[in-house]
């Protein structure tokens, strides 16, 4: 996935040359069907290679929709399980996240996702609420079809980090919440002002709670959520997805009351958790609520990507001059990714 990198970097160039003297509109489109390629061939390794099993729980709507995506977090494959969800309504190339401001040192990528329409944000007094409005409102005042992806934790819950869930904990009680055991309180800020922004282009929130199966040691405790690497070695044979849809116009605008909304979606996150690996009911461990289906991926939705990205990338690598463009590519795309994102207004 990494070795495609310079062969997608080059073919978003060209795409960026020929749309620029067309609306944004048209860009915006094309650079949305690459992405939807290069995201197919990431959804290649992490399910028909892997071998994962995809266990949905709630009905995905079958129609593409304008959304914000709010999940729990434990790990980097959490970014993933978002792609498995957008590519079963067609709108993998629509993804775009809310990341967390140190990740746009990432060589290539964190500069393409921030032209891909993601957004950097800084914890706490940094926030910097008129950035992140300014990039939404271009967006939807261009129609920008929106999957945006957000994790109000804004860190991940790991069972071993025991203080920085005590003092999660700690916060949510001297603020009057609900105490959450399987989940960190989550941050508003982010998913409020992203909701408010965006409002009149939004559909819906898209409320999503994983499970990563085998997490759960001989004595029942919970363990750590597998790594990418983890992952990808096949360490984790099932994903439990619970989904539920809220409408738009179910959320409050207001901030007091939506900050309450979104701490009672997490207690409801927590108790679906708590109930997953501790059930009153013996044979309701391991499952959420409700019914469930094993939702498999065609291969042939993620093997053209790889044979496209494939057969681009190993002719830059069997050549002299190709393996120079190759590693040109890397390093001027990093500094210039680099600085596009640290120094454009």
């Known amino acids: 996935m990494l070795g495609t990198a310079p062969a997608y970097l080059l073919s978003w160039t060209a795409c960026r040359l020929i749309s620029a003297v067309l609306p944004s509109r048209v860009y915006r489109m094309m650079d949305d069907h690459l992405y939807n390629i290069y995201q197919s061939l990431v959804l290649f390794f992490f399910e028909n290679y892997t071998g994962v099993e995809v266990i949905i729980y709630g009905d995905i709507p079958k129609n593409k929709e304008n959304v914000v995506y709010l999940s729990n977090h434990q790990c980097t494959v959490d970014w993933i ?3 498995m969800l ?3 309504q067609k709108a993998l190339g629509h993804v775009r996240y809310v990341l967390k401001d140190g990740l746009k040192w990432l060589p290539l ?3 393409y996702f921030s032209q891909h329409g993601g957004v950097y944000v800084k914890r706490s007094a940094k926030f910097d609420v008129k950035a992140m409005k300014k ?3 271009s967006h939807t005042k261009l129609g920008t079809p929106m999957y945006l992806v957000i994790f109000p934790e804004g860190t991940r819950y790991n069972p071993d980090l025991k203080k920085m869930i005590s003092d999660s904990q700690a916060f949510a009680s001297k603020e009057g919440l609900a105490v959450l055991n399987h989940v960190l309180t989550p941050r ?4 409020h002002v992203a909701i408010e922004t965006m409002r009149e282009h939004l559909d819906a929130v898209y409320d999503v709670t994983v499970v990563y199966e085998g997490m759960v040691s001989k004595g029942a ?3 750590p959520a597998p790594t990418m690497p983890e992952f990808l070695c096949k360490e984790c044979p099932r994903v439990h997805i619970h989904f539920e849809r809220v409408d738009i116009k179910e959320i409050p605008p ?3 009351f939506f900050r309450r909304w979104l701490h009672e979606r997490f207690e409801i996150k927590d108790q679906m958790l708590a109930s997953f690996y501790n059930p009153e009911d013996p044979d309701r461990k391991g499952k959420f609520p409700g019914d469930s289906q094993r939702s498999q991926l065609s291969i042939t939705k993620t093997l053209p990507s790889l044979l496209f990205l ?3 990338t190993l002719p830059m690598l069997f050549t002299e001059s190709g393996r120079k463009l190759y590693v040109r590519t890397w390093v001027y795309g990093t500094v210039l990714g680099w600085l596009w994102v640290n120094l454009s207004p």
């Not at 508003?188 to 998913?191: G, N």
């Open 81 to 83: 399980i978002a792609d």
């Open 86 to 88: 957008a590519v079963r």
């Open 109 to 111: 990528y964190g500069w």
């Open 135 to 137: 990039k939404l409102s």
């Open 188 to 191: 508003m800020k982010a998913s």
């Open 221 to 223: 405790s919970r363990q």
């Open 254 to 256: 207001e901030s007091e």
């Open 310 to 312: 494939g057969g681009l």
